[in-house]
């Protein structure tokens, strides 16, 4: 008996008794002798609450977090901010512990959260459609990549080398399951080069996915790619940060068929990558190919309004092996976050923080590119990070910065083996402008020891 | 007279409205911080401006809380009332998780943080996938995959590359009709046919069927074991032997896992890959449909395939403390299924849970798991049996499946009649219609969490509905009648989509 | 048939069974930590030792969670609904403020760390103080007190030993019959004899019986200002000369501070001790009857009685910067009124409040308070002011009086039936009953973080009652209907009390 | 307006309209001109959510707290685990916002907890009747005075010197109020003297107030000091730290007519000292003298099983001036965390977290005592905290100690001055034997760094 199962000894004598065996053993005799373990799981010994609260405490010390450093680091998941109702809301028991609301009757406030939930995606994407979430922002791009495939059955999908380098591999990865070749774009001067997209068309293309703001942090010509797909009748796929989406135009608006992307910057927090969500919306043309669950409007027999799962014909639990994606959990909790969020920021809000990021992000880079040995990698416009150019070793820069108390950004070379000089600086609402000329500080500082060491003779 | 609206119960007066009908134009709850930096017109070309803003709602903080505090008292939750939705494991969510998840040093970690910055994070996740190793009696652990359905992509994913490696172009993969959707559903998606495999009379994978399907154009066998009938395959060492024969590998769906820990591992009955729901077994709370996460075992020959990338241990030549690293390069790997390296929140919950109970603790999940079955299935074949005989066999593991179809034909009502009845007695009914090969199923998972006056309780609930039904089977044909809101119109939401609010 | 059990909601079919009924022998959710020293027997002396343990429950984490999350199901809350519950101030509480309050650095601060380690905390007790001080146009501020009631305490005590040092011996303190009853309560606990002053035509004052009751026998004079009816007292600059005069201290309740703020200071009225309710103004959650907190401000001549300690700041003769102390050496302090240095938790949870607001914020507050209450009071009046009226004046500040005498009288329904039947309309009532001075008094405080479409629903909810009354008074008599009980037998429980569980 | 608060300008003109006023400050006109404030509120202007939490960040982190030191503090609150279930509890809406249950058939929840809480509190102490709380323990200990002095009108109360200082002097303050003269009882070898206590006893005695255990961590004798008390008619009050009478006999049962106490230790933070509970028991003879909230059991009419606030006779909003308390608001919701801690702790954990206390105060009490210029301080049994002698200066020593992240305890000179050189040590289930061990070495290296100093000729 542990703290959460509770069979007191009388309670096992009946309980067997009602059974009619002599012991729990005996309930495991379907077990054949051949595929059973005969000796204790090797694990370490059972711990009261407190010791496993010390534990968990000792590993998170063992990190430095966002609370520990002054941090510029994106690349894809951003500390903003996680306002406090969203804790509270995502904590009460009525939203953190029931199972996908597979009885709509007693399930009405997870239905409606869907609901809302889809409507203020659609509303950001410029996408009448949107589904209840997805797992995350790079599997999404790989299941758009499918609903693409079943809507036209094409054999390439063009991808921009601007997506994600975690979008692009969990494409790859996908597409070999569902037998699709992917192709990359290369960018000019930090977007996707239009001219080598439109050389790579043709009509054996599925899709072209693009990603608004690209890694690089620049703004893409969403339309532009879009119509070059459409020429094809290939699908326009925008990947997008959608707090951006408070200042840039929706991916919707400017032709694209289906807008999907992390939802980590709507109200949930870093969690060294998860849980997040994905969110995922098309065209109506679309509708019944999308993946996941998708919540309705209806009503009641006594004609009162209410919410189901619909359109589950295209779902792996009625569809099987024809459903349109084998998703099932997928990330309610934290699109509810994420839709509180969105309530929370509002119509006004939203535009206001993201222009607040834009300004800051111009001034941050006006400042940093300002100092010695450090310049833009791209002109491009940029909302919430850019990509810069060190005259130093880019490792070596961000470990003096670390140790002034600041991390400095994501390494580009980690990922962009033509830019190892490269270094990707992401601002939210928490970095202040003091805070970004601390950056400034460090950074110039950095660079100038490194480069300094690099002139002494070896 | 008594209540506002004849018969109607308060919440069910309350129209549904949404947010976006709450509030006002100008209301607000979020303030801006100030801009401290100089303003710059024109930083966004006029075309990629966006013209018009996202029509968010406007409401107050207030407003909000209220709203979604509203609606959150209209779901049913396990910390409410039992939850035996079988094949779901709806065990008891300790708090401890939530609150060791929330420590800023793991939920506030940046993804793309300097490994040597994030030595607690991989370390955690490091014992992790030694301790779902040693569960699952497999080597090798990825932890990357965010649910079960993920998992098995990833595991037949495993699958293709394995065979591509030795040159091999299978076409098949092998699924009982006992299989969850996500078997299937996910076969089709890593571009293999589904060759259903018959079940036996016990039911039991059909070894004859088996062997006859099994052939060199086969990639693998998908098995839920116990089943999704919740009876364990007397055979599975046969079955393992006929698709090893054949090349191909097994793959173990791991969401009945909560049946066996400490009496079975998959490693040991000859599986080769495997996947965990941690959301199920390991108790990270479903939130209403997500988050999971469905880390896999596999053995040393799926191994070099694993996803990147691995989170690694290194002793230090100067025998030091190890550190730990994440190894991205991998050649044979499938690549990534996802970004970053998996859901971390979710692994620190699993951490802290296997902490807590210990291997023991995990053993006596499995007992009592197994035990509370039992009982159950024992109490209501006494009670109800004859209207709702057990599917297969006599007695079961984790979960059983009953057939509703004597009580169709004796009193009138349907599975999902007694289902929607169950509502008025304020508990959330079995998993119903599934699994697919028993007619009017009824699949109940009570788990280990619940105690035996719970149990009762359920039995009583059911029986009272039963006899009910003989003296009136519209009673639970037109239940529920004291939910939020009644039976409602699935049909005609799939028929004419509303999928938003129109503003 | 609809329901299980006649009209009755799912609610009230439950029977109400406590924690003790609950679980079984053997059951438990704490799991205790090994013994690492060794085990030593008899250090108690057996005569000393308990001889049978204290029967408390028996049960599982997920028992214990369950039982209390569905007892929390039959409270109504704020977050789920109107609360316009007079003089108790029932506004919005920021979950900004729980996230704060919950820091390790806040929470786990031990109560006797050393001041040079705890500078954070006395810190933001000496900024909170500042800020009380400034809000109530007093310059001196202790945070001691636990809540209003401790705070009036302190204040008669402080009372007591100001006229102690100036060797008088006075024994009366006045309150007016619309003062809130831990007024009259305080002062007899204090030792003093309350006297009661009059009222005149508007509800404020008699000035002319406070003037022959107000001599040198009289300590204090108590006073809400607005007073508990929502009036601001128009002669209040007279009544403080009165009281000084007679050398008498004038005391201010401040659970109505949240009418004023930005527009008068009782300081500036002339009071000399002020006490706040945090719990009220600041937007402490209430907790289903507290914590709160009840710091109280006073001017210098007050000042030498406060308790100790007072948090002090000190500027370091080299200039650096401050450092923040406790100041134990307060010769005559009336001394302490609690352990340690208050109510921490919620100082932290003001102190966000007020850095939340600002001073403008502060002033929105207590002009959207008046201006819902007017507009309030203006729709009831328009709707159902016959039945209903005002009970003084024309207007009010953030909260009014009405009286049901005429309703009682011509429909036959009591303020109290009416309250009642609020419950089946999800709002949570006013005030009922007091102040003691209205009839049948309805004391209706809607808060300034309500919307008007709330404040509609409230007007229509009072008027469908009223209108439901006049063709059928039965109904309000016998409601509620919808709640988790109906009407309680309070004189059976005063009669034969039983205030724990049997067992 | 603020996010707190939503007149919208459409809002404002109907609700001025409906008023009848032009502006909002025509509201205000009934305040005098004489008392109006003609500036601004003197404010720093209002932050946004994000920059409040930093700044209640930036405090946090001036303190160190338990989570930052290995603390041997005590003196009336200590630093036990509070179980998850108690924060998430108390955390729920239904409990932390509703206003005191005046309306029984809408706070039901809130009632049973108070019932189910005074129950809890019955069998703790041994004592029929609790109170549904008060504010803490050292006011709960003036209120118990209180409650002696409407009993029998006595004018005298004795008082253990090993009751806590804050109790005495919380005692002292209030009963100058209503009018009772304090004595204090000194101690002998770490208890009440009873010889002593004898000696002053005499029929005006309104009550004898002890503390269970006492100041100094010792073990009373309840049984000898409340037959010394009720030999003359007086009531026996016992202050207790309810953890501990898991192990020592219910005050109940051995004599004392009231017991009551803080209650922090009770699944309560430390907080820098509150919100706690104090919690207030007594015989049945006082049950209508008691302060405060008492639920009862009682029936709806339907006959169903309800709660109510009973005895409400005795309290101010009934009763006024003839109140027997003014307390109004208290600590239900502390009071809640303490009944959910009790339920989670159950029968047969209470005395198994008391037994490993006491065996690790025992063992900590004997290590220390050990050391060279270390020694016990009294020789009484002892159950959770004990006190020390050092020959050192003891707030030298402490710093020492600080300097290697442990807090030592409390010095016991802060209150008594006859301990100039006394240290009280208190235990809980979080200070392991390591977390001893470690204390014994630093405790040890940092009274003999003092001695060598004090031994150098200055
Ligand atoms: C037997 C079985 N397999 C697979 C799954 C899919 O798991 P997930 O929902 O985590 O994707 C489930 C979940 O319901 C299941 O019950
Ligand atoms: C006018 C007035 N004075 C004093 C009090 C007492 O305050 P507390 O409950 O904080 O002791 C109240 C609380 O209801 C009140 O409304």
């Not at chain 2, 210990?358 to 209501?380: C, F, P, Q, T």
């Amino acid at each position: 008996m542990s703290g959460y199962t509770g069979v007191t000894q009388e309670d096992l004598e009946i309980m067997l008794g009602a059974i009619g065996v002599a012991s729990i053993d005996e309930l495991f005799d379907s077990i054949p002798a051949g595929v059973r373990l005969r000796r204790p799981i090797d694990l370490p010994p059972g711990l009261p609450e407190q010791a496993v609260y010390a534990e968990l405490r000792r590993l998170a010390a063992r990190n430095v977090s966002a609370e520990d450093e002054i941090t510029f680091l994106g690349a894809g998941m951003y500390d903003h901010y996680v306002p406090s109702i969203v804790d509270m809301l995502m904590s009460r028991s009525e939203f953190l512990t029931p199972y996908t609301p597979y009885q709509p009757e007693i399930s009405q406030g997870g239905l409606q959260v869907m609901f809302e939930y889809q409507t203020a995606i659609s509303e950001l994407t410029g996408l009448p459609v949107s589904n209840a979430s997805v797992y995350e922002g790079p599997s999404a791009v790989g299941a758009a990549a499918y609903l693409a495939k079943l809507a036209n059955r094409r054999p390439r999908v063009l991808v921009s080398r601007g997506v994600h380098p975690d979008s692009r591999a969990t494409l790859q990865t996908l597409a070999v399951g569902y037998g699709t070749t992917v192709e990359e774009i290369a960018l000019d001067d930090g977007v996707t080069d239009l001219d080598a997209l439109r050389e790579a068309m043709g009509d054996d293309v599925s899709a072209v996915i693009l990603q608004q703001p690209n890694f690089l942090g620049a703004i893409e010509d969403v339309a532009a790619i879009a119509d070059a797909a459409h020429e094809h009748g290939a699908l326009a796929i925008c990947a997008a940060d959608p707090l951006t989406l408070g200042v840039l135009e929706a991916p919707g608006n400017q032709g694209a068929d289906v807008c999907v992307g992390e939802g980590q910057t709507l109200g949930n927090r870093l969690d060294f990558g998860g849980p997040s969500f994905g969110f995922f919306a098309a065209t109506d043309a679309h509708i019944r190919r999308m993946p996941g669950r998708i919540a309705g409007e209806t009503t009641d027999v006594d004609g009162r309004r209410g919410f189901v799962l619909t359109l589950q014909t295209r779902e792996q639990h009625i569809r099987r092996e024809k459903a349109t994606s084998n998703i099932c959990t997928s990330q309610a909790l934290n699109a509810l976050g994420g839709v509180v969020y969105l309530s929370w920021l509002g119509r006004t809000g939203i535009t206001e923080l993201a222009e607040l990021m834009l300004q800051r992000t111009h001034y941050a880079r006006e400042t940093l590119a300002a100092l010695d040995g450090v310049s833009k990698l791209h002109d491009r416009p940029v909302v919430r990070e850019f990509a810069l150019r060190l005259e130093a070793p880019v490792d070596k820069v961000l470990d003096r910065c670390a140790a002034a108390g600041i991390n400095a950004g994501y390494r580009l070379g980690r990922t962009y083996d033509e830019h190892p000089d490269g270094l990707l600086v992401a601002i939210t609402e928490q970095r202040t402008r003091a805070d970004i000329d601390r950056l400034a500080d460090v950074l110039g500082e950095a660079v100038a020891a490194e480069r300094a060491t690099a002139q002494v003779p070896a | 007279m008594s209540a506002l609206d004849g018969g109607a119960t308060p919440q069910q007066r309350e129209r549904a409205t949404t947010i976006f009908e709450k509030g006002a134009p100008g209301r607000r709850a979020f303030i801006a911080p100030e801009l401290d930096v100089p303003q710059v017109d024109g930083l966004i070309p006029a075309g990629l401006r966006r013209a018009a803003p996202p029509r968010l709602p406007e409401a107050t903080e207030p407003e909000i809380v209220r709203h979604y505090v509203n609606l959150s008292k209209r779901n049913f939750d396990l910390d409410s009332g039992f939850y035996p939705l079988g094949s779901c494991t709806m065990k008891h969510n300790p708090r401890l998780h939530e609150r060791v998840a929330a420590l800023p040093g793991h939920a506030r970690l940046h993804p793309a943080q300097d490994p040597r910055r994030a030595q607690g994070a991989l370390e955690l996740m490091y014992e992790l996938q030694g301790a779902l190793a040693e569960i699952a009696g497999l080597p090798h652990v990825s932890l990357q995959p965010s649910a079960g359905s993920h998992g098995e992509l990833a595991g037949v994913l495993l699958t293709r590359a394995y065979h591509a490696d030795r040159g091999e172009q299978r076409t098949k993969v092998l699924t009982p009709d006992s299989a969850h959707g996500t078997n299937p559903a996910t076969v089709t998606m890593a571009g293999y046919e589904v060759v259903k495999v018959a079940l036996d009379a016990a039911g039991g994978v059909d070894v004859d069927d088996l062997r006859a399907k099994a052939d060199e154009s086969v990639a693998c066998l998908m098995l839920t074991n116990p089943s999704t009938l919740g009876i364990f395959d007397p055979n599975i060492e046969e079955i393992a032997k006929i698709v090893h024969d054949v090349g191909a590998t097994l793959y173990y769906d791991g969401a009945n896992l909560n049946a066996v820990m400490g009496y079975s591992r998959p490693g040991d009955m000859g599986f080769d890959i495997v996947h965990f729901n941690l959301h199920k077994t390991f108790t990270q709370p479903h939130g209403g449909g997500g988050p999971g996460a469905g880390p896999i075992a596999v053995s040393d020959r799926i191994e070099p395939y694993l996803p990147r990338p691995q989170v690694v241990r290194r002793e230090p030549a100067n025998g030091g403390p190890p550190t730990y690293d994440l190894d991205e390069d991998r050649p044979k790997s499938i690549g990534k299924l996802r970004g970053f390296q998996g859901n971390y929140g979710v692994f620190v919950r699993t951490y802290a849970y296997i902490r807590s109970l210990g291997g023991e603790g995990l053993k006596d999940v499995s007992e009592v798991a197994v035990l509370n079955a039992n009982y159950l299935l024992a109490r209501l074949r006494e009670r109800v049996g004859e209207h709702l005989p057990l599917a297969f066999g006599e007695r079961c593991m984790h979960e059983f499946v009953l057939s509703g179809a004597p009580m169709k034909k004796e009193l009138g009502i349907r599975t999902l009649d007694l289902a929607k009845r169950l509502l008025d007695h304020g508990m959330h009914p079995p998993t119903v219609y599934f699994p697919l090969v028993v007619d009017e199923a009824l699949l109940v998972e009570p788990t280990e969490t619940e105690t035996r006056e719970t149990l009762d309780l359920f039995v009583e609930a059911i029986a009272a509905i039963v006899e009910e039904a003989a003296a009136d089977p519209d009673i639970a044909r037109n239940a529920p009648y004291t939910t939020p809101v009644r039976r409602l119109d699935e049909a005609g939401a799939a028929k004419r989509p509303r999928v938003r609010e129109t503003l």
